[in-house]
């Protein structure tokens, strides 16, 4: 009797579990800083291609709505419907957003930004130069691990910048540099009302409140679910098309596969060849393709001992088939292969500039002179990154020709920069990959001058070669000097550029006006996106 | 009883205490910085200074040494403050309270559909040992096991979900829909999937010992008697092989919260499964070390309540630790 009266127990706490956990996960999402959901998307029914809604499938939510303080790439999605930068340059096109106009002075260094009137945050209140100077602010005090850090130092330089009226903020740059404009333009300015002018923002409420001013306001946050935004109906430029944008969490690529074919979602990253293949003959979806601005490259690491002398490098770059590897790793729609250390989606990029070629028999020559032959190396790759490990492995193969043997060791994106932007020596080859959009001032330069990966042997030509191109506001004499900078990185075998990546993703045909732009990560303009 | 529970309570302690030595040092001596999340190109091109970096490591408690962290992470921990989120900033007990209903309700449905069909299964396969019943039973638990959890939670998407539209592929609410019937359709398909492994285990457990209890003196006693065999099945076998089950659930409450980890990722369930994987790539000590305590309490305190309810369940051996006891 006993027995049987602990089994029955055992089995209500079962219940009783479900029920609880069942019950209090029913309860409503969070929206706006924690109040209860008062369930005003109805009948969304899980949005996908039903209704008016736009349905984008994420790994996780953000943890914060202030873009100062997610500028990942999966933030970058999810916070660009509802937060507007001040302008996108792209080329010799400038597209303003909350900025009217953005002016430099004669001698370089005073950016003169002035807003648009009659801009308003979500909340209704409105935008002025004094939420400019307090996001500038909030960058300045370093505590906060601001994304937008670069706007207001210059080196390690501060800038200087002032209201001049209700609209209008100078920017003053303590030494000339042309891709400052570019820079200041990708500001996202938040509300110094929300904050209570406190610019310790880490931790403020705030955060996860209406403090945006682009198309789509907050309508529901639930964490670790999904962020539901609704069309603003203040916004200053065109009205929203689209009634609701959805970002849920289907963290894993095959669930959201399996969601996007059964028209829960209306859009996913394709992240393989193979699929991308696919999704060319399923009825319903649309592919898009366009360059995504990054450059994967192996690195020769300088202080690894095995490079002491430099023909060692060159066999190794001299063994490697440059178009086997794409063709192997990233297939026909995921990369091309790269010429520079400059992306196309760089300014400057030169195609004239013919990328490695492959020649075994010099490469054997320059392994056995140099004593590399019969060395086993290591390569460090980022596991968190796609195409790395294929990449690794036809590097291994083909360094196999001049009798060089490759550990292979993957670390994961965190661990792997605590590893290779450091002066560690005992690893000798890693494979990275950087943005390279726009400007190469901002962050190739970073990759090569020490910012960010030291261990590169980059040049004092080259070094000053980049500083050239930043002291210059003349197009002409930049373009001449990023081109002789890109030639002269190959000659000294810098590093290896293998790819430029695709940025490749799926939407459901009804959905118009997605490649409008080619920025990424997607959507620059959500106002242009519309449902067929 | 009380001197059992008071050693038992006093052992609980100690392994606490060397798991989260233990789990705080593989996170500070693995690679990586929790200050790549602000410092990455990928965040921003501006590269701190030393000094700035030095002062950012101080507001988030990631300087000094491995003793003195620890130190200063158990401190705040028994005075009841879990810390702030290295990557968020946010309370990680609030954030961990909030998720972890989501996962207990998973776990506890798992639990339960686990023990519900296991029972009839093994004592089904236990008492018609080798016999196709058995086999057919035997087969598919042995299948159970090896099953990959995130691969079978794809291939009952892609039929349940994709082709027959029966249940949603992922998420646990339909966006704006609040019913405890909508979370239940949603939980579906992840709680079948958490619980396959636990179901098969058990079975295993449960037929062995049918197989034991089938040949006591007392079956053959009610068999001899004329006692019909379903009588005797559940009526006595039944009862003697419930008592394994108490342990098996205590035990396998680890395998459930491992389990929901991989269930949650692939069904996109927000529960503590989700918030562990973002810490883990985000090195975010403190969330993990909150959630690495958690799972261990919830652990621990399964294996004690089962072994309090198996001396409940049998005298005998509550007599025995008594004595033991002394």
Same mark, same amino acid.
């Given at each position: 009797?006993?027995?049987?009266?602990?089994?029955?127990?055992?089995?209500?706490?079962?219940?009783?579990?479900?029920?609880?956990?069942?019950?209090?996960?029913?309860?409503?999402?969070?929206?706006?800083?924690?109040?209860?959901?008062?369930?005003?998307?109805?009948?969304?029914?899980?949005?996908?291609?039903?209704?008016?809604?736009?349905?984008?499938?994420?790994?996780?939510?953000?943890?914060?709505?202030?873009?100062?303080?997610?500028?990942?790439?999966?933030?970058?999605?999810?916070?660009?419907?509802?937060?507007?930068?001040?302008?996108?340059?792209?080329?010799?096109?400038?597209?303003?957003?909350?900025?009217?106009?953005?002016?430099? +002075?004669?001698?370089?260094?005073?950016?003169?930004?002035?807003?648009?009137?009659?801009?308003?945050?979500?909340?209704?209140?409105?935008?002025?130069?004094?939420?400019?100077?307090?996001?500038?602010?909030?960058?300045?005090?370093?505590?906060?691990?601001?994304?937008?850090?670069?706007?207001?130092?210059?080196?390690?330089?501060?800038?200087?910048?002032?209201?001049?009226?209700?609209?209008?903020?100078?920017?003053?740059?303590?030494?000339?540099?042309?891709?400052?404009?570019?820079?200041?333009?990708?500001?996202?300015?938040?509300?110094?009302?929300?904050?209570?002018?406190?610019?310790?923002?880490? +931790?403020?409420?705030?955060?996860?409140?209406?403090?945006?001013?682009?198309?789509?306001?907050?309508?529901?946050?639930?964490?670790?679910?999904?962020?539901?935004?609704?069309?603003?109906?203040?916004?200053?430029?065109?009205?929203?098309?689209?009634?609701?944008?959805?970002?849920?969490?289907?963290?894993?690529?095959?669930?959201?596969?399996?969601?996007?074919?059964?028209?829960?979602?209306?859009?996913?990253?394709?992240?393989?060849?193979?699929?991308?293949?696919?999704?060319?003959?399923?009825?319903?979806?649309?592919?898009?393709?366009?360059?995504?601005?990054?450059?994967?490259?192996?690195?020769?690491?300088?202080?690894?001992?095995?490079?002491?002398?430099?023909?060692?490098?060159?066999?190794?770059?001299?063994?490697?088939?440059?178009?086997?590897?794409?063709?192997?790793?990233?297939?026909?729609?995921?990369?091309?292969?790269?010429?520079?250390?400059?992306?196309?989606?760089?300014?400057?990029?030169?195609?004239?500039?013919?990328?490695?070629?492959?020649?075994?028999?010099?490469?054997?020559?320059?392994?056995?002179?140099?004593?590399?032959?019969?060395?086993?190396?290591?390569?460090?790759?980022?596991?968190?990154?796609?195409?790395?490990?294929?990449?690794?492995?036809?590097?291994?193969?083909?360094?196999?020709?001049?009798?060089?043997?490759?550990?292979?060791?993957?670390?994961?994106?965190?661990?792997?920069?605590?590893?290779?932007?450091?002066?560690?020596?005992?690893?000798?080859?890693?494979?990275?990959?950087?943005?390279?959009?726009?400007?190469?001032?901002?962050?190739?330069?970073?990759?090569?001058?020490?910012?960010?990966?030291?261990?590169?042997?980059?040049?004092?030509?080259?070094?000053?070669?980049?500083?050239?191109?930043?002291?210059?506001?003349?197009?002409?004499?930049?373009?001449?000097?990023? +081109?002789?900078?890109?030639?002269?990185?190959?000659?000294?075998?810098?590093?290896?550029?293998?790819?430029?990546?695709?940025?490749?993703?799926?939407?459901?045909?009804?959905?118009?006006?997605?490649?409008?732009?080619?920025?990424?990560?997607?959507?620059?303009?959500?106002?242009?996106?519309?449902?067929? | 009883?009380?001197?059992?529970?008071?050693?038992?309570?006093?052992?609980?302690?100690?392994?606490?205490?060397?798991?989260?030595?233990?789990?705080?040092?593989?996170?500070?001596?693995?690679?990586?910085?929790?200050?790549?999340?602000?410092?990455?190109?990928?965040?921003?091109?501006?590269?701190?200074?030393?000094?700035?970096?030095?002062?950012?490591?101080?507001?988030?408690?990631?300087?000094?040494?491995?003793?003195?962290?620890?130190?200063?992470?158990?401190?705040?921990?028994?005075?009841?403050?879990?810390?702030?989120?290295?990557?968020?900033?946010?309370?990680?007990?609030?954030?961990?309270?909030?998720?972890?209903?989501?996962?207990?309700?998973?776990?506890?449905?798992?639990?339960?559909?686990?023990?519900?069909?296991?029972?009839?299964?093994?004592?089904?396969?236990?008492?018609?040992?080798?016999?196709?019943?058995?086999?057919?039973?035997?087969?598919?638990?042995?299948?159970?096991?090896?099953?990959?959890?995130?691969?079978?939670?794809?291939?009952?998407?892609?039929?349940?979900?994709?082709?027959?539209?029966?249940?949603?592929?992922?998420?646990?609410?339909?966006?704006?829909?609040?019913?405890?019937?909508?979370?239940?359709?949603?939980?579906?398909?992840?709680?079948?999937?958490?619980?396959?492994?636990?179901?098969?285990?058990?079975?295993?457990?449960?037929?062995?010992?049918?197989?034991?209890?089938?040949?006591?003196?007392?079956?053959?006693?009610?068999?001899?008697?004329?006692?019909?065999?379903?009588?005797?099945?559940?009526?006595?076998?039944?009862?003697?092989?419930?008592?394994?089950?108490?342990?098996?659930?205590?035990?396998?409450?680890?395998?459930?919260?491992?389990?929901?980890?991989?269930?949650?990722?692939?069904?996109?369930?927000?529960?503590?499964?989700?918030?562990?994987?973002?810490?883990?790539?985000?090195?975010?000590?403190?969330?993990?070390?909150?959630?690495?305590?958690?799972?261990?309490?919830?652990?621990?305190?399964?294996?004690?309540?089962?072994?309090?309810?198996?001396?409940?369940?049998?005298?005998?051996?509550?007599?025995?630790?008594?004595?033991?006891?002394?």
């Amino acid at each position: 009797m006993k027995k049987s009266l602990i089994s029955l127990l055992l089995c209500l706490g079962m219940v009783s579990a479900l029920v609880a956990g069942c019950g209090s996960s029913a309860g409503g999402g969070k929206t706006e800083g924690g109040t209860e959901s008062t369930g005003s998307t109805e009948g969304t029914e899980s949005a996908g291609t039903n209704g008016n809604t736009l349905t984008i499938p994420v790994s996780a939510t953000v943890t914060t709505l202030n873009p100062l303080l997610d500028t990942m790439a999966e933030g970058k999605l999810q916070l660009s419907p509802f937060s507007d930068e001040l302008y996108y340059m792209e080329d010799d096109e400038t597209r303003y957003y909350l900025a009217e106009s953005c002016e430099v +002075s004669e001698d370089g260094l005073t950016y003169t930004l002035k807003l648009k009137d009659n801009l308003k945050w979500h909340d209704g209140e409105p935008i002025t130069a004094d939420d400019v100077i307090f996001t500038a602010d909030c960058n300045a005090n370093t505590d906060n691990g601001a994304g937008f850090t670069n706007v207001v130092f210059a080196g390690e330089e501060p800038v200087k910048y002032e209201k001049v009226d209700d609209l209008t903020v100078n920017f003053t740059i303590p030494a000339p540099s042309a891709s400052y404009m570019e820079v200041l333009g990708k500001l996202q300015i938040i509300p110094a009302h929300a904050f209570d002018n406190n610019t310790d923002i880490v +931790s403020a409420e705030a955060n996860l409140t209406d403090i945006g001013s682009g198309p789509y306001k907050l309508a529901e946050f639930n964490d670790g679910e999904s962020l539901v935004l609704e069309k603003f109906d203040e916004y200053y430029g065109d009205a929203p098309q689209i009634d609701q944008v959805v970002f849920r969490v289907i963290s894993d690529p095959s669930a959201q596969e399996v969601a996007f074919k059964n028209g829960e979602i209306n859009y996913m990253l394709v992240s393989s060849d193979a699929s991308a293949e696919e999704f060319k003959s399923v009825d319903g979806a649309e592919l898009h393709q366009f360059a995504e601005g990054r450059v994967k490259y192996l690195v020769w690491n300088k202080y690894c001992a095995t490079w002491e002398n430099r023909d060692a490098v060159k066999a190794v770059f001299l063994a490697l088939n440059q178009e086997e590897i794409v063709a192997g790793a990233y297939g026909e729609s995921m990369g091309v292969p790269a010429n520079t250390i400059f992306s196309t989606q760089n300014l400057f990029h030169d195609d004239s500039i013919k990328g490695y070629e492959q020649d075994l028999e010099e490469a054997k020559k320059l392994a056995e002179s140099s004593g590399l032959a019969g060395k086993t190396i290591k390569l460090h790759y980022n596991t968190d990154r796609g195409f790395m490990e294929d990449t690794a492995l036809m590097i291994q193969q083909q360094l196999k020709e001049i009798d060089v043997t490759v550990e292979l060791e993957g670390i994961d994106a965190n661990g792997f920069f605590d590893v290779v932007f450091t002066d560690q020596d005992d690893y000798e080859l890693y494979l990275n990959e950087y943005a390279a959009i726009g400007d190469p001032d901002s962050v190739v330069a970073g990759m090569f001058d020490g910012t960010w990966g030291n261990n590169v042997d980059t040049s004092e030509e080259i070094l000053d070669l980049f500083e050239q191109g930043r002291a210059t506001n003349d197009m002409e004499e930049r373009a001449k000097i990023y +081109s002789d900078l890109q030639q002269k990185a190959k000659d000294e075998y810098l590093v290896y550029p293998i790819a430029y990546p695709s940025y490749c993703f799926v939407t459901t045909s009804n959905l118009k006006g997605a490649e409008e732009y080619t920025t990424t990560p997607v959507f620059e303009d959500y106002t242009k996106l519309y449902f067929e | 009883m009380k001197d059992f529970i008071l050693k038992r309570l006093a052992q609980m302690l100690l392994v606490l205490v060397i798991v989260s030595m233990f789990a705080f040092s593989i996170i500070y001596f693995s690679p990586g910085d929790p200050l790549y999340l602000y410092t990455s190109p990928s965040v921003s091109s501006y590269k701190m200074t030393e000094e700035q970096l030095n002062d950012m490591r101080e507001a988030l408690g990631l300087n000094g040494n491995v003793i003195q962290r620890y130190a200063n992470w158990a401190g705040k921990m028994i005075q009841g403050d879990w810390g702030f989120s290295v990557s968020n900033h946010q309370p990680v007990k609030t954030q961990i309270m909030d998720k972890l209903p989501n996962t207990i309700g998973l776990m506890g449905a798992a639990l339960f559909l686990s023990i519900l069909v296991s029972i009839p299964l093994g004592l089904l396969a236990g008492y018609y040992k080798n016999q196709w019943i058995d086999n057919v039973i035997s087969g598919i638990s042995y299948l159970g096991i090896s099953l990959p959890a995130f691969w079978f939670g794809i291939m009952l998407i892609i039929v349940f979900s994709l082709h027959l539209g029966w249940f949603p592929s992922a998420g646990m609410r339909t966006i704006g829909v609040n019913s405890a019937a909508d979370v239940i359709r949603h939980a579906v398909l992840p709680v079948i999937v958490l619980s396959v492994n636990n179901t098969a285990v058990f079975v295993r457990y449960i037929r062995s010992n049918t197989i034991e209890q089938k040949e006591e003196e007392y079956v053959m006693t009610a068999i001899s008697k004329g006692v019909p065999k379903q009588r005797v099945l559940w009526g006595h076998v039944l009862k003697n092989c419930l008592l394994p089950i108490i342990t098996m659930v205590g035990m396998n409450f680890g395998t459930l919260i491992t389990g929901s980890f991989i269930v949650e990722s692939v069904f996109g369930w927000p529960g503590l499964g989700t918030l562990c994987l973002d810490a883990i790539n985000s090195r975010d000590y403190t969330m993990i070390m909150g959630i690495t305590m958690l799972a261990c309490i919830v652990l621990l305190t399964g294996n004690f309540l089962a072994d309090l309810l198996y001396g409940f369940a049998d005298p005998r051996i509550k007599q025995g630790k008594e004595k033991q006891n002394g």
